[in-house]
């Protein structure tokens, strides 16, 4: 597709349960980001994938949170357990990954609510 | 470590008139990159503009302008002729040219433009 794209939109998950969300970036991007972003703040970095391996994880908030992406293109963000506190928009983002700057592009996101 | 200092919470405009958003960033790596980005109410991050670390001029695209003061360590954002469309919240960010090039984004400015 064009952009970034992500699904859920939303998802209303109950307190223990397992979520999955999904991303699929911008064709030919190598490089993908993981987001969170909570109420009134800025996004917050999660973990960043540069082809199938996730070559910077150290946003994970814990062991709860996990991301893959099995063929270097679309990626799953999986949260076990979910708390409360878990509540934010998940915003995927992806970028051509090539040497210099690069213009990081990001998807809508998934509003996730924990109740 | 990277930082990024939006000092402007809200920011009150009358359409038409020009405006500028600050950023203040602090980092010890020599090559970078500024972004700044817009997030309507519909939660999606757009890409504005950049500037990198040693570029020489000012970015500008379109009605969008980067002030960029690298002595100052200060990127600010300049939106001419402002629409009501321009309502927003606008986020600073940083990219480190090397590594994970991930983002760094600062707690944002809600910008409203008044008719």
């Known amino acids: 597709g064009a952009g970034v794209s992500q699904t859920p939109s939303n998802k209303v998950t109950e307190k223990g349960k397992y979520v999955e969300l999904r991303c699929d970036p911008i064709?030919?991007?190598?490089?993908l980001y993981w987001y969170r972003q909570s109420l009134g703040q800025g996004p917050e970095f999660l973990i960043y994938?540069?082809?199938?391996?996730?070559?910077?994880d150290s946003g994970l908030p814990n062991d709860r949170f996990f991301a893959v992406r099995p063929e270097g293109s679309v990626s799953t963000l999986k949260i076990q357990r979910t708390e409360r506190g878990d509540s934010a928009v998940y915003l995927c983002?992806?970028?051509?990954?090539?040497?210099?700057?690069?213009?990081?592009?990001f998807g809508e996101g998934s509003w996730l609510t924990v109740v | 470590a990277q930082k990024i200092t939006q000092t402007q919470p809200g920011m009150f405009v009358q359409e038409k008139e020009a405006v500028t958003l600050d950023c203040t960033y602090d980092?010890?790596?020599?090559?970078?990159?500024l972004f700044w980005y817009k997030q309507p109410s519909s939660g999606e991050m757009i890409f504005l503009i950049y500037?990198?670390?040693?570029?020489?001029q000012n970015a500008t695209e379109g009605r969008y302008s980067l002030n960029f003061q690298k002595a100052r360590k200060s990127a600010n954002l300049v939106i001419s002729a402002s629409q009501l469309g321009d309502s927003a919240m606008y986020f600073c960010?940083?990219?480190?040219?090397?590594?994970?090039?991930?983002?760094?984004f600062g707690q944002g400015t809600r910008l409203t433009i008044n008719p």
């Open positions: 983002a992806s970028s051509l990954g090539t040497g210099g700057l690069n213009t990081i592009y």
């Open positions: 064709s030919g991007h190598t490089a």
């Open positions: 994938f540069q082809g199938t391996g996730a070559a910077d």
């Open positions: 980092t010890s790596d020599p090559s970078y990159g």
């Open positions: 500037q990198g670390s040693y570029d020489q």
């Open positions: 960010a940083m990219q480190i040219i090397q590594g994970a090039q991930k983002l760094v």
